[in-house]
C-alpha cells in the first residue's frame, strides 16, 4: 500500500515508518521541520515537510502522497513536563487531535482515500470498575483539568467512527524517546506515590503499538481499538517498579491534601483516579502478538 504517515518523525513515526517499510509497503511521512527530512529518508520514508495545523498544507501533501490509508501521529508535546500547568505543554497537540483531525478527514474525502487510522489516548477517570473495552468511550470525568487535556481525544472519539475511520486507544508509551522525562523525574525523586497510588494505567511499548499500527492498515480494519498490554497497573505497583529498574531510590509518598496544593489538581487525578483498558479486540481481531506482554518485562529491558 501507499501509507501516508502524518507526524513520521514523532515518538511512534520512528517506529512504525521503518516496519511499514520492511513490510513493503511505500511511505510518505511528513513533519514540520525541514531539518528532520533527512531522518525520514533514513527510515526509509519520501519525507514532506507539511503543517497539520493548516488546512492547505495538509490538503496539498495529501493529493500528491495519493495514499491509500492515512495514519495520525501528529503530536506536539513541547519542554518539560509541567504537571501544575499540563495543558499548557499539551496545547498545540490538543490542536492538532482536532484541527489536524478535521484536515485529514477532509483531505481524505477530498482524494478519495478509503481509510484514516487516527491516534488516541487510553486515559480514562469515570467511575466504575472492570477494565475499559472499546464499547466504553473515554471519560474525563470531573475535573476541570483532565476534562481540558481530554478535549483532542473526545473531539477524535466522536467525529473519526463517523468518518468510517478507526481510532487507536493507545496506552502510556515507553520505549526509546517515550519515557526519558518520566525516568528523569523519578531518578531525581520528583516523582511521588501520591495517596494510596490506586490510578490504573495501561502501557504499550512503541514497537508494539506500531506492530499493532501496520496490522490495522493491512486489514483494514474499522472503528476503534485499545492498542494496551496484557497487564494494567496501579501507579502503587510501576512507580516502584519502574525507579528499581532504573537504579533509584524507592519513591516518596505524599498525601493528597498536599500533592494538590504541590501539583495541582491533575497529578491527584493521575495518580489515584483512572481505568486500565482490555486489549481483547485488538488480539482477536487482528492477531496482534505482543512482544513485550507486560510493562515489567519492558521497562526492565528497556533500562537495562
Not at 507526524?7 to 521541520?33: C, D, F, N
Not at 490506586?198 to 474499522?222: F, I, M, Y
Not at 481481531?285 to 513485550?292: A, C, D, H, I, T
Request: with cysteine; hydrophobic share 40%.
Amino acid at each position: 500500500m501507499r501509507v501516508f504517515v502524518a507526524g513520521g518523525t514523532g515518538a511512534i513515526g520512528r517506529r512504525l515508518v521503518p516496519q511499514l517499510v520492511a513490510r513493503g509497503h511505500q511511505v510518505t511521512a511528513t513533519t514540520r521541520s525541514a531539518a528532520k527530512t533527512g531522518l525520514l529518508k533514513q527510515l526509509g520514508a519520501e519525507a514532506v515537510v507539511m503543517d497539520g495545523l493548516d488546512a492547505m498544507s495538509v490538503g496539498e501533501a495529501v493529493a500528491a502522497a495519493r495514499p491509500d490509508a492515512i495514519v495520525h501521529e501528529m503530536t506536539a508535546i513541547s519542554g518539560k513536563a509541567d504537571m501544575r500547568h499540563p495543558d499548557r505543554t499539551f496545547a498545540t497537540t490538543n490542536r492538532l487531535r482536532i484541527e489536524g483531525t478535521d484536515h485529514l478527514l477532509a483531505a481524505a474525502q477530498a482524494t478519495g482515500v478509503p481509510h484514516v487510522v487516527v491516534q488516541s489516548f487510553a486515559q480514562s477517570y469515570g467511575p466504575g470498575a472492570g477494565l475499559l473495552t472499546e464499547e466504553d468511550p473515554i471519560d474525563p470525568g470531573t475535573g476541570t483539568m483532565a476534562r481540558r487535556l481530554s478535549a483532542g481525544v473526545l473531539h477524535i472519539q466522536d467525529v473519526v467512527p463517523k468518518a468510517g475511520g478507526t481510532v487507536l486507544r493507545y496506552g502510556g508509551f515507553y520505549g526509546p524517546g517515550a519515557s526519558d522525562d518520566v525516568v528523569e523525574f523519578v531518578r531525581k525523586r520528583k516523582f511521588p506515590l501520591v495517596g494510596d497510588g490506586t490510578g490504573w494505567n495501561s502501557w504499550v511499548h512503541l514497537d508494539d503499538a506500531a506492530s499493532a499500527t501496520v496490522l490495522v492498515l493491512e486489514k483494514q480494519a474499522r472503528g476503534v481499538f485499545n492498542i494496551v498490554d496484557d497487564e494494567p497497573a496501579q501507579v502503587r505497583d510501576w512507580l516502584p517498579y519502574l525507579a528499581e529498574c532504573a537504579g533509584a531510590k524507592r519513591p516518596m509518598r505524599v498525601p493528597r491534601w498536599l500533592a494538590r496544593l504541590l501539583a495541582g489538581e491533575f497529578a491527584v487525578t493521575l495518580m489515584t483516579e483512572g481505568r486500565g483498558f482490555s486489549n481483547a479486540k485488538a488480539k482477536r481481531e487482528l492477531g496482534w502478538e505482543l512482544r513485550y506482554p507486560s510493562w515489567r518485562q519492558g521497562f526492565k529491558e528497556e533500562l537495562a
